[in-house]
Nanobody, 124 residues
Framework: QVQLVESGGGLVQAGGSLRLSCTTS????????MGWFRQAPGKEREFVAA????????DYTDSVKGRFTISRDNAKNTMYLQMDNLKPEDTAVYYC?????????????????WGQGTQVTVSS
C-alpha cells in the first residue's frame, strides 16, 4: 500500500507563487507515474499535471501551461508542483495521485492512490 501526503498549500495574492509537495511511502516511488489534480467548490475534479517515472515526460492542462511546473525527486520520494503567476481561478483543493501501470485514463482520474488534498486560495 502506498500513502501520499500533500503540503505547501495556503493563501496567496494573485500573481504570487506556491510550491506544493507530495511525499510518498510504501512501494518504490520511482515505479509510479505521478500527477496533480484539483477540485474547486461545486466543480468536478480536474487534471492539472502529470510526470513520468523518471521525470522525462510532463503533461499539463491548457489553463496552467507556462505557469505551473511539475517535477519529481525520486531519491527523496517527493513530487512537486511549482505554481507561478497564480490566478483566482486556480483556487481549489489540490490532490496528489499515483498510478502503477500507466494508461491515458490516469488523466481522467483513474489513479491507484490519492492524497488527502491541500487547499490553495488565490485572492484578487
Amino acid at each position: 500500500q502506498v500513502q501520499l501526503v500533500e503540503s505547501g498549500g495556503g493563501l496567496v495574492q494573485a500573481g504570487g507563487s506556491l510550491r506544493l509537495s507530495c511525499t510518498t511511502s510504501g512501494r518504490t516511488f520511482s515505479t509510479y507515474t505521478m500527477g496533480w489534480f484539483r477540485q474547486a467548490p461545486g466543480k468536478e475534479r480536474e487534471f492539472v499535471a502529470a510526470i513520468s517515472r523518471v521525470g522525462s515526460s510532463m503533461d499539463y492542462t491548457d489553463s496552467v501551461k507556462g505557469r505551473f511546473t511539475i517535477s519529481r525527486d525520486n531519491a527523496k520520494n517527493t513530487m512537486y508542483l511549482q505554481m507561478d503567476n497564480l490566478k483566482p481561478e486556480d483556487t481549489a483543493v489540490y490532490y496528489c495521485a499515483a498510478r502503477y501501470v500507466y494508461s491515458e485514463s490516469f488523466k481522467r482520474g483513474y489513479a491507484d492512490y490519492w492524497g488527502q488534498g491541500t487547499q490553495v486560495t488565490v485572492s484578487s
